[in-house]
């Protein structure tokens, strides 16, 4: 079904705003969650709701916490978030590193104490708005089994890079896990089975069946199930690559921020996710007119490749774009069990559900 997009927006900014969070915050909260499933990006939009729902239900999420910088130097940030919504520290972290890059040509930012952020390319993109090159990336509750592991132990880091160009920013997000934990749960609630292999049961039994039994267990760390690292479970499929950039995220997110890593973050603790957040003034390295235009070049050229049959070469970001266009102007695509979620939430809220 096909749903317009203004109108649920304004529906998440009303449940946002019952729920107790200012209205500036509400708004900035739908945005966020618009903006990612105008872009197609299902399994991070009104997908992740009931999971915000869950959080901020038990007192996982403060609702009025301020981020606060606890160290600082002029390229540099600590930002605590005090466990509130991941959404307002991951703005207000990225915005930091804006500045720091427009005054000193770099801000890194790192972020403890803080929860699920949504998805990583929309803090990216904040600063390729800004003519900046951004990347962020955050840990998550357990996801991805080491390689040649049984359990979960590092989240499903997600790495997002975006720099301007034209006609759209590249961008490049990525969980480092085969797929993220969303992606799973989008094709459970379609009732499809995973087309690869996604997930993993005892360290070598992939298991494709939406409906398996295994399946209960792939968000608790002690349960021998877990997602393949980018690249598959095994050495010869690169599995080992996955993992490893998994564990750059972990060091600029809970290492860099003293903050939780993966493995201390679970659905029932109260340990915050940590982030990162980089923006980079492509001017600290001259003639940055050029280097964009060189840039733009070079993506036509990719995208002219040769192809085989039916197919395209895209560049990173293409599809989004080619969804936001669709979205804006068809609605955006939500199935009927996310769907009946938010009218959960919305009784229970006691929110109008709109009409469309
Ligand atoms: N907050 C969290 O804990 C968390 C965890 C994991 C993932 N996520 C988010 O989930 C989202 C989805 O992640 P994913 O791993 O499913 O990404 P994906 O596989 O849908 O896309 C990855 C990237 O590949 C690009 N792409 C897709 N097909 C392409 C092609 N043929 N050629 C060139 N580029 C192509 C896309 O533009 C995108 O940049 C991301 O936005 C990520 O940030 C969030």
Known sequence: MRYDSQTVHDWVQQLYEAYGFEAGDAQAVANMITYTDLHGIASHGVQRLSMYDRFIQAGKIDLHAQPE??????????????????????????NTAIQKAKTSGVGIVSVRNSNHYGIAGYYANLAADAGLIGFSSTNSNPGLIPTNGIHSFLGTDPIAFAMPAKPHHFWLDFATTTVPQGKVEVYRKLEKDFPADWVLADG????????????????????????????????????????????????????????????????????????????????????????????????????????????????HGDKEAAAYADRKANGLVIDDKTFAELVKISQRLQVDVPEF
């Open 69 to 94: 910088i606890v160290f600082e130097t002029p390229v540099s940030a600590v930002v605590d978030g005090h466990l509130g919504m991941g959404q307002l520290i991951g703005t207000f972290a990225m």
């Open 204 to 315: 070598t039994r992939p298991i494709h069946d939406h409906n398996a039994p295994e399946l209960a267990g792939i968000r608790q760390q002690s349960a021998p199930v877990g997602l393949t690292p980018l690249g598959g479970f095994t050495e010869a499929t690169g599995s080992h690559k996955g993992y490893g950039l998994a564990m750059i995220v972990e060091i600029f997110t809970g290492l860099f921020s003293g903050g939780a890593l993966s493995p201390e973050i679970s659905d029932g603790q109260h340990a915050g996710t940590s982030h990162s957040f980089i923006a980079i003034d492509p001017a600290i390295f001259g003639d940055s007119r050029t280097m964009f235009s060189r840039f733009d070049d070079f993506l036509q050229q990719l995208r002219a490749q040769p192809a085989v049959a039916g197919k395209q070469v895209y560049v």
